[in-house]
């Protein structure tokens, strides 16, 4: 299996995190600079990362990537088994991936742009939300899941988008540390990664 990644791009964070969770080993092609690898282009028309390539199956968009190795490696399971509760996670990640990876993107694509309206309507939206990470251990669960997964890159970006967390959301900043001292989540991150907390 191979996954070709770029070093800061959040959506790759994902899907290296889920890796790490799981403990597959894996090809990573670190993807660096505007010229991406010739095979690249043949596997994915979007060319975009996160790709992973499991012998004939091609896949891109990381939430299909996620739930693909959810399923191929099924311990420990990262969803629920229950239908309703399965379609519950499934629109929050629709719904993170919608109003806070929309935001996230706008800033990743020109990261020297100021980007205020889309960090504003960032910060806004995880604050609107700041009830449902102190619901629960992890994100509207008692277990560790995709969810999380999804939400962690985007929590350890914030100092690099310039986002505070106020005291009034500790709620936030508390599910934040959780996840952080995981040591999948460790082990996930990249040099650069790393680097934008150090920097902080
Ligand atoms: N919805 C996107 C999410 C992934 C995404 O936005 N990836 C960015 C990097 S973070 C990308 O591939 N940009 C083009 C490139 O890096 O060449 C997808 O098509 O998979």
Not at 27 to 48: A, F, R, T, W
Request: aromatic share 10%; hydrophobic share 40%; charged share 30%.
């Amino acid at each position: 299996m191979t996954l070709y990644s770029r070093a800061s791009c959040p959506h790759s964070h994902r899907v290296r995190f889920v890796l790490s969770e799981k403990g597959i080993a894996m090809d990573i092609v670190n993807i660096e600079g505007n010229k991406l690898p010739e095979d690249l282009l043949e596997l994915n028309p979007y060319n975009s990362v996160p790709t992973l390539v499991d012998r004939d199956l091609a896949l891109y968009e990381p939430r299909i990537i996620m739930e693909y190795l959810d399923e191929r490696f099924p311990h420990p399971p990262l969803m629920p088994v229950d239908p309703v509760a399965r379609a519950r996670f499934r629109l929050a990640l629709y719904r993170i991936e919608r109003d806070w990876y929309s935001c996230v993107d706008e800033i990743e694509q020109s990261p020297s742009k100021p980007h205020l309206r889309a960090r504003k309507m960032l910060r806004e939206s995880l604050l609107a939300a700041s009830e449902a990470f102190s619901a629960k251990p992890y994100f509207l669960s008692d277990e560790f899941s995709l969810v999380d997964c999804s939400i962690a890159p985007i929590l350890w970006r914030l100092p690099r988008y310039e986002i505070d967390i106020p005291v009034q959301a500790k709620a936030i900043s508390k599910y934040a540390e959780r996840i952080f001292k995981r040591p999948a989540f460790k082990s996930s991150l990249t040099e650069p990664e790393r680097e934008m907390r150090e920097a902080a």
